[in-house]
């Protein structure tokens, strides 16, 4: 198996980056189960049991990057914090309305962040996690100090609704965090303690979900370098196959827990939230069961909300801190994984 880590970069300044202010962007209209009933050969029951999902959002107007859009501007309201104060804005997409620019632009302009400098990463289902280890490094060198996350994607857009083993699973939304740079000032310092990231590239893993972006066909004939026409550029369909992702989830979150909290010497009952990306309810009652875990610690909005990728992390963080249940000084682990085969986790000190 092949395995590869990020390097570690030195942290020259004493600070930390704390969590100042999440937000959350989800479309009124709900699609119940019910209704895939009438498409495909499948029932309500049939999903609840194997998935946890009983509805799920979908986006009718809105583009991708409108939808972290708003997601920023809760964060920034909850923040406290200026759009012109934001120095860097990281976004986590797999359904990019464009190629280029990159989402972060558009978010970027449609917030009014003009001193930002803006990026993408592409790290699927697990792009919070990544992005949140990106910020939590800019601003512990120095570098930035208000830095904004924002994950999104219009996962309904992507899937064959022929499908009936695909479609049910996915929804759209968007959500926000915004970490600022805090002054390190004991033991118990608030903020991102420790990540862990890692990918899986070993055999046919990485296409084990895959969404083609493109198909071109040749434009030159190679002899007689003839001109051919046009590429054609066809948007593709979600492929994934359900059971070898199953298996490495439940094989894996456990092991991106495990090394998260050895990072930071700690041990499991230290943690108030495992916040986790909602793939399944299957694979968080498969965490619950390898710790034997309070079900209050793996909270769960994915009968709400089915699967829209990266961004349910920061989306059921947000609603977490939303309804008072993260006090200061808890800890909790924001846990990721997808496509790639990637993931990775983050554990904070709120």
């Keep these: 198996m092949l395995i590869y880590e990020y ?10 980056s704390v969590v100042r202010g999440t937000g959350k962007y989800l479309p009124d209209f709900i699609i119940e189960n019910k209704v895939f009933e009438k498409i495909i050969d499948t029932s309500d029951e049939w999903i609840v049991s ?13 583009s991708n990057f409108e939808m972290m859009g708003e997601a920023a501007k809760i964060a920034l309201k909850n923040a406290n914090i200026s759009p012109h104060e934001i120095d860097l804005i990281i976004a986590s997409t797999v359904t990019a309305d464009y190629s280029f620019p990159a989402s972060a632009c558009l978010v970027q302009n449609y917030i009014g962040a003009d001193n930002a400098a803006s990026f993408d990463v592409s790290a699927a289902c697990a792009g919070a996690i990544f992005a949140v280890d990106l910020a939590d490094l800019y601003i512990k060198s120095g570098r930035m100090k208000n830095v904004l996350v924002v994950s999104g994607d219009l996962m309904t857009r992507c899937v064959d609704f022929n499908d009936r083993t695909l479609c049910v699973l ?20 608030r903020g991102v303690l420790a990540s862990y990231i890692m990918s899986d590239c070993d055999g046919d893993k990485p296409m084990s979900i895959t969404l083609r972006s493109k198909t071109t066909k040749k434009i030159f004939e190679e002899e007689t370098k003839e001109f051919l026409g046009n590429p054609h550029n066809i948007n593709g369909l979600m492929y994934m196959n359900g059971r070898a992702v199953y298996q490495f989830a439940v094989r894996t979150v456990t092991k991106i827990i495990d090394e998260v909290l050895k990072k930071v010497n700690m041990t499991i009952s230290d943690v108030k939230y495992i916040v986790a990306h909602q793939a ?24 709400k909300y089915a699967n829209f990728s990266s961004a349910t992390v920061s989306v059921l963080l947000h609603e977490l801190a939303e309804n008072n249940k993260i006090q200061r000084g808890d800890v909790i682990i924001l846990v990721g994984f997808g496509s790639g085969l990637v993931f990775g986790a983050n554990i904070i000190r709120w």
């Design 170 to 189: 996915f929804g759209d939304g968007a959500g926000a965090i915004l970490l600022s740079a805090e002054e390190n000032t004991g033991e118990n310092q």
């Design 280 to 303: 399944n309810k299957r694979i968080l009652d498969a965490i619950v069961d390898r710790y034997n875990l309070d079900p209050e610690k793996m909270p769960m909005n994915i009968d």
């Design 7 to 16: 390097k570690k970069v030195k942290i020259i300044n004493n600070i930390n």
């Design 50 to 62: 194997h998935t946890g999902i009983s509805e799920r959002r979908i986006e009718q107007e809105k």
